[in-house]
């Protein structure tokens, strides 16, 4: 599998990005996909993940309410809406996946085997 991250870019505080994570691949809807971030100086930290086969959601508490991970298997691409951004998202997302990693792992970015190359979002205040 190869991912392509994109969607990212420069928005104000309070504002919304879509990013998209486009995968080849037929059996990607099988995968657990996430979106992990790093910040300049920080770790990368988990922000969202779809269980396989989308059975299930996972989010950061830190942007429960804010952001929504979905997947359109038609287009083979995993999306995570942000919304009410704020300066303290600002960071490189990228977006993983894996087709065997465990509900218990799922937060944790050495469990996926494929990455994407990053979408910057930058957030102004």
């Known amino acids: 599998v190869q991912l392509q991250a994109s969607g990212g870019g420069l928005v104000q505080d309070g504002g919304s990005l879509r990013l998209s994570c486009a995968a080849s691949?037929?059996?990607?809807?099988?995968?657990?996909t996430a979106w992990f971030r790093q910040a300049p100086g920080k770790d990368r930290e988990f922000v969202a993940a779809?269980?396989?086969?989308?059975?299930?959601?996972f989010y950061a508490d830190f942007v429960k309410g804010r952001f929504t991970i979905s997947r359109d298997s038609a287009k083979n691409t995993v999306y995570l809406q942000m919304n009410s951004l704020k300066p303290e998202d600002t960071a490189v997302y990228y977006c993983?996946?894996?087709?065997?990693?465990?509900?218990?792992?799922?937060?944790?970015?050495?469990?996926?085997?494929?990455w994407g190359q990053g979408t910057l979002v930058t957030v102004s205040s």
């Open positions: 993983a996946a894996d087709p065997s990693i465990i509900l218990t792992s799922i937060r944790l970015p050495h469990q996926y085997d494929y």
């Open positions: 691949g037929r059996a990607f809807r099988s995968y657990a």
């Open positions: 779809l269980s396989r086969n989308s059975a299930g959601t």
